[in-house]
């Protein structure tokens, strides 16, 4: 178990001593998207849902959501973001909704989680708010793109 950075030897869960790290640069880029019915798309992207503009509630549900990662996920170590940006972009081809977010500090330890966390709570509050057009949406694929700094480097998904 020695190999997983949130087990200590004993098998016990710990967070994880950044003291000793260099700061760096650390970006990464998340995804996900939520598919709709056709109807449900429609109303959508018409506006006329009863809770307001889909794609800008969950936008900013995306960026308060990474900015409590840390409250969140337990072994998460608090952050001082510089910057995250959710882009929520309406896809014919699903029929639904694309999220990407963005995730930037300089710190210690990466910023995977929080941007992940901000792909995946977009994508839920996009469900939330559409829910009454469609119970059957589902999310898929929310994941890591692409992250960049610290001690392991540079990532991209399909390298």
Request: charged share 25%.
């Amino acid at each position: 178990m020695s190999n997983l950075s949130h087990i200590d030897r004993d098998g016990r869960a710990r967070m994880v001593d950044v003291a000793g790290k260099p700061v760096t640069a650390r970006v990464a880029v998340a995804e996900g998207s939520v598919r709709m019915s056709r109807a449900a798309f429609e109303i959508v992207t018409q506006g006329t849902l009863n809770k307001g503009d889909v794609l800008t509630i969950a936008q900013v549900a995306g960026i308060s959501a990474a900015k409590r990662t840390a409250e969140l996920i337990p072994l998460c170590h608090p952050l001082a973001l510089d910057q995250v940006t959710v882009e929520a972009t309406l896809d014919e081809s699903l029929p639904g909704v694309r999220i990407r977010a963005v995730a930037k500090a300089i710190a210690r330890t990466g910023v995977e989680m929080e941007a992940l966390t901000a792909a995946s709570i977009a994508c839920l509050t996009v469900y939330d708010m559409a829910k009454s057009a469609d119970r059957a949406m589902e999310i898929l694929e929310v994941r890591l793109v692409e992250k960049t700094g610290g001690k392991s480097g540079d990532w991209r998904r399909g390298s």
